[in-house]
């Protein structure tokens, strides 16, 4: 079969490294792409932007495509699901009305309150019923977000009354363009945040592997928000009961609620939790897609068919798969480039890749281009080095023997990745 990855991130260059060691799979298609999924045996870059859903139906009908799996959210939220659905062409994802999970939040709210899932207590606003006073009258720190997608940057956590008055006017004043039209006013939650990923065909679901992300730029979980500067799986503070606990009060309430909406969903699916003192699992926000860097990781220790997994979640015989990981742990360590999160330099030739090469683990490409035969650095997040281990401490080991060595101009990366559960072990 012919697979077609959407998406150029660290994530899609996982995702078709995986595909293309399925035996039923003849060639990988990405679309985009990177320098890493341009470089990698059976698959091949297209040049079609992965939020153009008409050529990339296009692309899959003339190629004749068999199944397409969808990494970032934009076009799912856009309805690239739909799209194929309607032209008889497999693609794996929610629909545009499921992944209003992502695309809303105060769908989402709105959502996990009907169906007694937990979750922060809230109210949503527009520019026209914005109530200064029910702010005032919340208990500190208060959580402002922008109703729509924001590229992880429309949550402000607000120490003073004043300061949340502000974050909610800006972004009802178009500091986020659309997706601050709605906004949602939460209370504060503490607790230790976990992610949790399933596979989900309908009313049935898989979990994948536990994982870890670290969302702050610096050592120590300090600093800016990112889109992740590493994670590793297993995550050893899910353990068995509240893997339950997710599943029973989270996951399975969700896709049943879904479903009796009329949404039913089919696609990855990421639950940000806060896990209370009391092990209440409380849902921070979903995703519609797989984790980055989460699939990275993840996707290193799946020994089953990744192609396979996607097609039984579609056919509805996601019950009687069974899927294998490798016993050993896995850690992404994400290489940025200078500045990152906020502006940073492009165009910086890499080094060591070959070096890198040759030693055990895997670099996954994310924000990289060919340039008159160099690889140069071409997004902010622009490698995740994965290394695997009998333990957390192990592959992390490994993943810092390869960033070593690489280099470019102001490289920057987190050098404890997995701390906390390298903590854990020695404990
Ligand atoms: P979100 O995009 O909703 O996941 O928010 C991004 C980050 O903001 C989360 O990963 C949390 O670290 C933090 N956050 C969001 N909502 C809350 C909340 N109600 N209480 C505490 N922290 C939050």
């Known amino acids: 079969m012919r697979v077609l990855i959407v998406g150029g991130g660290g994530r899609e260059h996982a995702l078709a490294w995986k595909c293309a060691q399925s035996q039923r799979v003849k060639h990988v298609y990405v679309a985009p792409g990177n320098a890493g999924t341009a470089l990698e045996p059976r698959l091949t870059n297209v040049g079609i932007a992965a939020d153009d859903i008409e050529a990339l139906l296009a692309f899959a009908i003339r190629e004749d495509i068999e199944l397409t799996i969808v990494g970032p959210e934009a076009p799912l939220v856009a309805g690239i699901v739909d799209r194929f659905a309607a032209a008889n062409r497999r693609c794996f994802g929610p629909s545009r009305a499921a992944a209003r999970l992502e695309g809303s939040k105060a769908f989402t709210k709105d959502f996990l309150s009907r169906h007694g899932i937990p979750t922060a207590s809230f109210a949503t606003f527009t520019k026209t019923n914005f109530d200064a006073e029910y702010v005032r009258a919340q208990r500190l720190p208060l959580v402002v977000k922008a109703d729509g997608l924001a590229a992880g940057k429309g949550v402000v956590i607000c120490e003073t009354h004043e300061s949340a008055n502000a974050a909610a006017a800006a972004m009802l004043g178009g500091s986020f363009g659309a997706a601050g039209r709605s906004i949602v006013i939460e209370e504060f939650l503490s607790g230790e945040e976990v992610s949790f990923i399933v596979v989900a065909g309908g009313q049935q679901v898989l979990a994948l592997a536990t994982s870890q992300d670290h969302k702050r730029r610096d050592d120590g979980d300090l600093g800016p928000n990112t889109g992740g500067m590493g994670a590793y799986s297993p995550a050893a503070i899910v353990g068995a009961p509240l893997h339950r606990r997710i599943m029973h009060e989270v996951i399975e309430p969700t896709l049943s609620g879904l479903r009796r909406d009329g949404n039913p969903y ?87 890749l070959d070096i890198a090469a040759g030693l055990p683990g895997k670099i996954f490409h994310a924000g990289t281009r060919v340039e008159d035969a160099q690889i140069v650095t071409a997004g902010g997040r622009v490698l995740c080095a994965v290394g695997l281990g009998d333990s957390v401490g192990a592959a992390q080991r490994q993943a810092y023997a390869l960033v070593q060595a690489i280099h470019w101009n102001l490289v920057q990366y987190r050098l404890d990745i997995g701390c906390r559960a390298i903590a854990r072990e020695s404990a």
């Open 266 to 352: 089919t696609g990855f699916l990421y639950a940000g939790l806060m896990i209370a003192a009391d092990g209440t699992p409380n849902v921070l926000e979903f995703n519609c897609r797989f984790g980055d860097p989460e699939a990275q990781p993840i996707l290193m220790r799946l020994q089953s068919d990744l192609p396979g997994l996607c097609e039984a979640a579609l056919n509805g015989t996601l019950e009687q798969y069974e899927v294998r990981w490798d016993s050993r742990a896995a850690l992404g360590v994400v290489m940025a480039a200078g500045g990152y999160p906020n502006a940073f330099r492009t165009g910086d030739p890499i080094s060591g």
